[in-house]
């Protein structure tokens, strides 16, 4: 495994201020069967950055996202997420996270608002906040237009930017996105990186996320970890990955062939994989 460390080129909070951990893991194991699908992952997210896991399909990304955030229990190792053990208080961790999962999450019979209302309830917001709440967040992902449309009739942008909706509406101190801008075209990408880069400025939530597109995690990240067969192999900020490679204008695509070798567990080449990903029209 290789760690690069150094300081990001634009850091979040002054050298001499202590880091808070929001999230930290320590020997993170999903085994099924006898295939170990994460193994002994430790992990360090400070309060307030874009953290990115980078991997080929089957590095584990997946998993791991769903041990943190209690859909799947690990088989070994342990996590907390602001201050809450992921094994033995797995309510009190639901109710500071929020999830954007790949598959669909919002329902399009319905409008947005009524998508809303519904994860409202979920969450257990008073219903004298509700309509404020709603009403908020629909304004913060600029649909207000489209409150009383069915979500059938969105764009994949729109929807995306539902589903984020959906999951800050409890306002969450960190948000896990899971490949949050497949199959959207690169004007609805650029949107949804200036609404998680406005999330972390305006109201200090975490973020992390899972992406093929490397460009994305290069803008977005402050910090990545790439994973390959259930393992960290390298660790550190974009900046300082691309320097460890020695090479004049080294680009984060370049970091991720060097470390993986550019093969997916199953022998799939990394850029036709994220190629096809760029065509998917899941959203479209």
């Known amino acids: 495994m290789t760690k690069v460390t150094g300081k990001p080129e634009q850091s979040k909070t002054p050298a001499d201020t202590p880091k808070q951990m929001i999230l930290e893991a320590q020997g993170l194991t999903r085994h099924f069967g006898k295939m170990a699908a994460v193994q002994d992952l430790n992990l360090s997210v400070e309060q307030g950055e874009v953290f990115g896991l980078l991997g080929p399909n ?49 329902d399009g019979s319905l409008t947005g608002y009524e998508n809303l209302l519904i994860f409202a309830k979920l ?41 984020i909706a959906q999951s800050i509406l409890h306002q969450p101190q960190i948000l896990f996105l899971d490949e949050p801008t497949v199959g959207l075209d690169p004007l609805a990408r650029t949107q949804v990186w200036k609404l998680v880069q406005k999330l972390c400025t305006d109201f200090g939530t975490t973020i992390f996320l899972t992406t ?8 977005l990240c402050d910090r990545v970890v790439i994973m390959q067969r259930g393992e960290e192999i390298a660790t550190g900020s974009p900046n300082d990955l691309k320097a460890s490679l020695t090479k004049p204008n080294a680009t984060l695509d370049d970091v991720f062939i060097h470390y993986t070798g550019d093969q997916l567990v199953s022998g799939v080449n990394y850029r036709d994989t994220a190629r096809t990903r760029r065509t998917a029209q899941r959203l479209g």
């Open 123 to 163: 969450y257990e917001i008073p219903t004298r906040h509700r309509e404020r709440y709603i009403k908020e967040v629909l304004a913060f992902m600029g649909l207000e237009d489209a409150t009383h449309r069915l979500v059938r009739n969105y764009s994949g942008g729109m929807i995306r930017k539902l589903e």
């Open 212 to 219: 093929h597109f490397l460009e994305e995690a290069d803008s």
């Open 58 to 106: 089957g590095a584990g990304k997946s998993t791991v996202i769903k041990m943190l955030t209690t859909l799947l229990p690990a088989s070994a190792g342990k996590a907390t997420l602001a201050g809450y053990d992921i094994h033995h208080q797995s309510t009190a961790v639901r109710r500071v996270i929020g999830y954007v999962p790949q598959a669909l999450s919002a």
